[in-house]
């Protein structure tokens, strides 16, 4: 939807597909880091955020079992930026939409393509539905499972299981929550993060060897059974835990997709081209960098289609393999239980990097 909408706004006729006739994403929250608040202010979208999510200046560590241990005070990357936020999946897939809407792009649901074939200076495309067409381009966005990266790039992989599981539960806000809150030292690593006035989620990182899929109704008895051990805030939210509570598991895939991430005139963008684990919280980040990259190379006077497809490729290929690295580093360093003190100066490190402009 950021790739469409910065596009459209350039006065290109863009077709979006989504293959979901629904339209919609899961019930879960989503942590918004300063890099990807950053990007959002380039899409226009901060105050939209703002409204709609929650921003803060702090996140608070405390042990698992509710002993607070230290502050981390996170500075604004840029001036008016926030440092931090949060926001419910659902209502930031609708400010998306609504963005879509406003500039007039012609949505199609329930449709997906079943044939790419490049051609000079196009792609001819088929869709599921009979429908076909002739692009100028074709920008594959659509997810870490891409249909259009099964279709036109088979020197693809799939991208592996990490090792972890990664627990989320929404819900309402503790009423001593102030900021973001990290749970760390136990087996299971855990946070909260406010979404909005009244909402927060939980993750939780389980070790998750067997890629297990836990059918819904026996997820609020294990998320109970793994947080056991926990005090403080992430207590009480687990003490809410109720059969109706909005909770959803995932054993963890990512990876970087080789290069090169264009066909043609055939382009992966997201999840479709760089995956990565939630450990460091930068996927939709990534995905709305990549789409603002993209709009920056294809503008540029003079230029080539192609030859913006290889420019973006060469600014986001360094940048995603690191974050997408780091973040399955931190899983593994979970995993083993590394000393906090080689977990925190990794996180510190990639945290920087993760800040740099892109
Ligand atoms: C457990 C978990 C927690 C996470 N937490 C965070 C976090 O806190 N912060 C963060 O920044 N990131 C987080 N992420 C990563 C983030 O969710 C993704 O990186 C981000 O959603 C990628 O956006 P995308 O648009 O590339 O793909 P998606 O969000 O997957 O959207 C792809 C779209 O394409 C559509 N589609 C799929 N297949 C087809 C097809 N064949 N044809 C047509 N349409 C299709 C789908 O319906 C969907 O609308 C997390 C990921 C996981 C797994």
Redesign the pocket.
């Known amino acids: 939807m950021a790739t469409a909408v910065l596009l459209a706004k350039r006065g290109i006729f863009v077709d979006l597909?989504?293959?979901?006739p629904a339209?919609k994403?899961s019930g879960a929250g989503?942590?918004?880091?300063g890099p990807?608040l950053r990007g959002y202010q380039r899409l226009g979208m901060l105050d939209d955020i703002k409204a709609h999510g929650a921003v803060t200046a702090k996140t608070s560590i405390f042990h698992f079992s509710g002993q607070w241990v230290r502050d981390l005070d996170e500075l604004p990357l840029e001036e008016g930026v926030p440092a931090h936020g949060g926001i419910m999946r659902p209502v930031l897939h609708q400010l998306m939409q609504e963005r879509v809407h406003a500039a007039k792009i012609p949505v199609r649901l329930g449709?997906?393509?079943t044939a790419l074939t490049p051609k000079p200076g196009g792609v001819d495309v088929m869709f599921n539905d009979g429908s076909n067409g002739t692009y100028d381009l074709v920008v594959g966005?659509?997810?870490?499972?891409?249909?259009?990266r099964a279709l036109a790039f088979p020197h693809a992989i799939d991208p592996p299981y990490t090792g972890q599981g990664?627990w989320?539960i929404s819900c309402p806000k503790p009423p001593s929550l102030v900021h973001g809150e990290f749970y760390l030292g136990g087996d299971y690593p855990a946070g909260i993060?406010q979404c909005s006035a009244d909402d927060v989620y939980l993750?939780l990182l389980e070790p998750d060897a067997a890629h297990e899929h836990i059918p819904d109704e026996a997820l609020p008895a294990r998320l109970r059974a793994l947080m056991a051990g926990f005090g403080g805030n992430a207590g009480w939210i687990r003490d809410q835990i109720h059969e109706g509570s909005v909770i959803n598991y995932?054993p963890?895939k990512a990876a970087i997709q080789p290069m090169p991430w264009f066909n043609g005139r055939i382009v992966l963008?997201?999840?479709?081209a760089h995956?990565?684990?939630?450990h460091l919280?930068?996927?939709?980040?990534?995905?709305v960098e990549s789409a603002l990259v993209l709009d920056e190379e294809l503008a540029v006077s003079g230029r080539q289609i192609e030859d913006g497809l290889a420019a973006y490729q060469a600014r986001r290929f360094p940048r995603c393999k690191d974050i997408i690295e780091s973040s399955i580093e931190i899983g593994r360093m979970q995993l083993r239980h590394a000393a906090p003190a080689e977990h925190t100066a990794f996180v510190d490190a990639a945290l920087l990097r993760l800040a740099q402009s892109y």
């Open positions: 597909i989504d293959l979901d339209w994403v989503i942590t918004i880091t990807t449709i997906t393509v966005a659509d997810s870490i499972f891409s249909g259009v990664c989320r993060t993750w995932r963890l963008l997201g999840d479709a995956a990565t684990t939630p919280a930068s996927g939709a980040g990534m995905a």
